[in-house]
């Protein structure tokens, strides 16, 4: 990661050392689904994948952008690395789109939360395992297990930086030539 983004981590990082518990009501209502996905350490094509689905369908500055909620969420890791992780929330209407949106990003849907091993060597879940809650991971053939990860995440900044520029279409035609 280039200073910048380390700065950008560092600043996120300490704003979110007073995280509070979710409220895991707003997770329960079928009304609306959630994905979850890494972001400290970053799970690559993660971030890829949330924008293109805000920006393809609840398009910034546009009233339905307010039907896409972001969380961000500490658990997990320890406290000189804790794991952060971002939740995703749309109407429950919106899950086809979100799986094509996941194909064309390389990435998967998975039922359920994740689950880490703590210290005490004891299995601990997310507190928000509800059928409604999916976790975002890398598809079987994701370049993420054939090479190095931070030139991934770069690749993957290239083409965010299209995306908000205004390129989704550009983007979405070059993430096409990629779908198998």
């Known amino acids: 990661m280039d ?25 329960k209502d079928p009304s609306r689904i959630h994905f979850l996905g890494m972001m400290v350490p970053p799970r690559p094509g993660f971030n890829l994948f949330s924008s293109l689905l805000e920006y393809k369908f609840f398009t910034p500055s546009t009233t339905s952008n307010e039907l896409f909620i972001l969380t961000v969420y500490k658990w ?11 939740i995703i929330s749309v109407p429950s209407e919106f899950k086809s789109q979100a799986e094509s949106i996941a194909k064309l990003t390389g990435m998967r ?9 703590g210290g005490d060597k004891k299995m601990k879940q997310m507190p928000l395992n509800f059928p409604n809650v999916f ?6 053939q994701s370049d993420v297990y054939k090479g190095d ?20 279409d550009r983007v979405e035609k070059e993430l096409a030539k990629n779908v198998k």
Do not use: C, R
């Open 3 to 27: 200073n910048n983004m380390d700065d950008i981590m560092a600043a996120l990082m300490e704003q979110l050392q007073g995280n509070h518990e979710l409220d895991t009501d707003w997770f």
């Open 149 to 168: 990860i931070l030139l991934q995440l770069q690749e993957e900044n290239k083409l965010l930086e299209i995306l908000y520029s205004g390129g989704l």
């Open 76 to 86: 997990g890791g320890d406290k000189d690395m804790p794991m952060m992780w971002s």
């Open 109 to 117: 849907i998975a039922d359920g939360v994740p689950t880490i091993m």
């Open 135 to 140: 976790t975002i991971k890398n598809g079987p």
